[in-house]
């Protein structure tokens, strides 16, 4: 059983309306031992229209997570942030991290070009090939620049919105055929990102936001997991990218035969920005 949770989005974060208490009482009720809140820091992210900033405070943040603890003693409840990276964003994503301790940092590809794939506005400029091809290219340009993250984010993100995505629909047998030709046909440059996150030490994660999507597959596919793992890559944090508290450890139970067929034998938490390696069992 996998009892902790690494990627969970409160309120905190502009996408989700989950106040924290409601993620922490879910999360003890159904028998998580750890939990790691990691709301969205997108600094610069464009103006929508919408009133998302993804940007929140961290001071209130880390107080309301300090002051959470005495009330979920059975809980260890760490304290994270999820990075929206790109080059305007360096100066303050680099202040962020120095000045507040967080326990895990994701790092995450959330805009091409500063532009949101989830729009149809960026696939309007793009054939899709082109499209998804650019925002690999753009994690390695991420990868260039000095943000100090732990574990890259849904590596494969980008397939959710694509337009042959979108017309799939429900066809769950069509998704995954062609969630598995995208992650063929892109694997050259995927793997050039593998080796340069395993070169940086840091790892990637199994978000299993894939599976709550209805794609068939976490993020991302397991082909990119065996392979980081046949490349020596060793860090693995797992998380259900929650935004509302009724998916915490969402497919959760999927994960721990997937991990060791893709040759893990661990999974990975951090704590004061350390890796803390827990055996996987069969």
Not at 5 to 13: A, G, I, P, R, Y
Not at 77 to 82: F, L, M, N, P
Request: with cysteine; glycine share 8%; hydrophobic share 35%.
């Amino acid at each position: 059983m996998i009892l902790s949770d690494n990627h969970v989005h409160t309120d905190f974060s502009s996408d989700s309306e989950a106040p924290l208490e409601r993620v922490l009482s879910q999360a003890s009720r159904s028998g998580l031992r750890s939990i790691c809140i990691t709301d969205h820091m997108d600094y610069d992210f464009p103006d929508l229209g919408n009133g998302m900033t993804f940007v929140f405070e961290p001071e209130p943040y880390l107080t309301a997570l300090a002051k959470a603890r005495g009330r979920y003693p059975d809980l260890e409840i760490r304290q994270g942030v999820e990075l929206g990276l790109k080059e305007s964003a360096l100066p303050q994503a680099i202040s962020l991290v120095e000045n507040y301790p967080f326990d895990f940092v994701i790092g995450s590809t959330h805009l091409v070009d500063n532009q949101d794939p989830y729009f149809e506005t960026f696939w309007a400029g793009y054939e899709e090939p082109d499209g998804i091809r650019r925002y690999y290219e753009s994690i390695l340009e991420n990868l260039s620049l000095d943000f100090d993250f732990d574990v890259y984010g849904h590596l494969d993100y980008i397939l959710r919105y694509t337009p042959t995505m979108r017309k799939l629909g429900d066809e769950t047998c069509a998704k995954e055929h062609y969630l598995e030709e995208c992650t063929n046909r892109y694997m050259d440059v995927i793997e050039e990102i593998l080796r340069v996150l395993i070169s940086q030490g840091r790892g990637i994660e199994i978000n299993t936001a894939g599976w709550k999507y209805g794609l068939g597959h976490p993020h991302p596919h397991e082909k990119i997991l065996t392979l980081y793992r046949e490349l020596s890559g060793e860090i693995i944090s797992v998380g259900s990218d929650a935004h509302q508290a009724e998916h915490l450890g969402y497919s959760f139970e999927q994960v721990p035969t997937l991990l060791l067929q893709c040759g893990f034998r661990y999974y990975t938490e951090f704590c004061n920005r350390k890796p803390r390696m827990i055996p996987l069992e069969r």
